[in-house]
């Protein structure tokens, strides 16, 4: 076991492209066209290419000329999985535009047989990283011992 105050780790198979299109279903959708937001809930499941995320509640803020999404805001438990890798947090902020999440409150990475917490964690989609603070905690197992479960 090992504690660190960040670590930096490789997120998802591939990187992600902030421009493919967002996709979002849900179980109810409440539009305000007055401030350009939309709130997404019951079961979200929004998907972005190879990124997956899961959450009862998210609000899309749309870009100013409504041309697209400028961000997504998710609470109320938060999945989010890319490729082989999978994370969970309380509450999750994705910044469409550039391509950053971060998610916080009780964080858990999940990559293979390996687990790190942490109090946030940044994904930079893009460049197909993340990197985890706040406290953080891992337990690395050898090689040899995952092979045998």
């Known amino acids: 076991m090992s504690t660190a105050q960040g670590a930096q780790v490789a997120f998802g198979s591939t990187q992600q492209d902030s421009n493919l299109p967002v ?37 899309v803020v749309y870009l100013e000329d409504q041309s697209g999404i400028e961000s997504l805001n998710a609470t109320g438990g938060v999945t989010i999985v890319s490729g082989e890798d999978a994370a969970e947090a309380r509450q999750a902020d994705y910044n469409v535009q550039t391509g950053l999440i971060e998610m916080y409150g009780d964080v858990l990475l999940i990559q293979g047989v390996n687990a790190l917490t942490g109090d946030k964690m940044f994904i930079d989609t893009k460049a197909g990283t993340a990197r985890v603070t706040g406290r953080v905690k891992t337990v690395l197992r050898p090689e040899s011992e995952s092979e045998t479960e």
Do not use: C, K
């Open 23 to 59: 996709e979002v279903t849900s179980d109810n959708l409440n539009v305000n066209q007055n401030d350009g937001t939309a709130v997404f809930t019951g079961n979200v499941l929004i998907g972005q290419g190879q990124m997956r995320l899961w959450a009862p509640r998210v609000l």
